[in-house]
């Protein structure tokens, strides 16, 4: 029983202190990598990545996660990857309500959403001749070069006709590539902290681990009230 209640006193307090430290050690930002760790959690990517390509380069979402090429964005996805097409040196990419430049090397440079006169309900993205082209709900609206000034389309009678553009298609990514971002995706799912933590409170082996650090813990109450029940027998008897 001791020495049960030693190995369960290791843990609990190597455990205990690494937690104490999390910002210091900076536990919540730190990710496991382990495949069976990871795989143990169930931690897995919600489906395959929507990908476009543009301008030699991928644009995927993953979850609510954006990537430029392997490397992920540090922006915030409000919504579903509608395209992605190269002008001149950027790369614009449609998200449900926004509009998103970046340069070439994955800086984003500038976000246009409907205060900046983007068009709402936006649905494709594409070029023509040079030119954004957005597909939204009320028809097709071209941008000027600077993406400050954008016109409606030509209209067959009342309604609006189409533009004949290159729209922006999803592809599929090259499986090295695939496999990065997979890994990429994995390796944010899981921090350091939270399996600490499951290790200190037993959860990392679900309902049976709670229970084995409910027994260690009585075994540590019968071990400290058994030593103090000899321990004051031993000083009974020193007293005689």
């Known amino acids: 029983m001791g020495i049960i209640v030693a190995l369960f006193a290791i843990l609990l307090s190597t455990t205990g202190l690494l937690l104490n430290h999390t910002e210091e050690l900076a536990l919540d930002s730190s990710y496991v990598r382990s495949d069976a760790l990871l795989d143990w959690y169930g931690i897995s990517p919600p489906g395959k990545p929507l990908s476009y390509a543009a301008g030699g380069h991928w644009i995927s979402q993953l979850g609510e996660r954006l990537y430029f090429d392997e490397h992920e964005l540090a922006v915030d996805a409000p919504g579903r990857l509608l395209g992605a097409v190269a002008l001149a040196d950027r790369v614009i990419v ?29 649905r494709l993205i594409g070029v023509k001749d040079e030119t954004l082209v957005v597909r939204a709900s009320h028809g097709d609206y071209l941008a000027d070069k600077d993406l400050l000034k954008w016109e409606e389309g030509e209209k ?73 029940i000899m321990w004051l027998r031993h000083l009974k008897q020193s007293h005689h």
């Open 94 to 122: 449609a998200i449900e309500g926004h509009l998103m430049l970046f340069d070439l090397s994955g800086e984003l440079l500038e976000t246009l959403g409907g205060a900046q006169g983007a068009p709402a309900g936006a």
């Open 156 to 228: 067959e009678g009342r309604a609006p006709a189409p533009v004949d553009a290159y729209w922006a298609e999803p592809g599929m990514l090259p499986h090295g590539l695939h496999d990065q971002l997979i890994e990429a995706y994995r390796g944010k799912g899981l921090s350091l902290e939270r399996v600490l933590l499951d290790l200190h409170s037993g959860r990392i082996m679900g309902g049976a681990g709670m229970v084995a650090v409910d027994i260690g813990a009585i075994l540590f109450l019968l071990l400290a009230v058994s030593g103090i």
